[in-house]
Nanobody, 121 residues
Framework: QVQLVESGGGLVQPGGSLRLSCAAS????????MGWYRQAPGKQRELVAT???????NYADSVKGRFTAARHNAENTVTLQMDILKPEETAIYYC???????????????WGQGTQVTVSS
């Protein structure tokens, strides 16, 4: 009942920047946490950043100071501003959301289909 759609991926040179966006739609009463994860070839999916409904953020150590996640609650979106990108950050980036469909509903986790980020010269 909830769909997440990522956008903004692409090819960027090392040291460059990209801004990813994720829009959630469907049966949404509240999204407690939205986040970004990434999975590089041959590696496990790892957390990049999360944002709570109050705007509190949590980042992987490897991206602190370079990435910024932000929520826009009225639009059910989350963005990820990525600066000074490194080649090793080439990965598929996934959006996630912990969603309450109603006030008394349980929280369910949803995932987007992912967007490719390639950092290369």
């Amino acid at each position: 009942q909830v769909q997440l759609v990522e956008s903004g991926g692409g090819l960027v040179q090392p040291g460059g920047s990209l801004r990813l966006s994720c829009a959630a739609s469907g049966s949404i009463f509240r999204i407690n946490v939205m986040g970004w994860y990434r999975q590089a070839p041959g590696k496990q999916r790892e957390l990049v950043a999360t944002v709570s409904i109050g705007g509190n953020t949590n980042y992987a150590d490897s991206v602190k100071g370079r990435f910024t996640a932000a929520r826009h609650n009225a639009e059910n979106t989350v963005t990820l501003q990525m600066d000074i990108l490194k080649p090793e950050e080439t990965a598929i980036y996934y959006c996630s959301a912990n969603v309450m469909a109603s006030w008394h509903g349980e929280v369910q986790t949803y995932w987007g289909q992912g967007t490719q980020v390639t950092v290369s010269s």
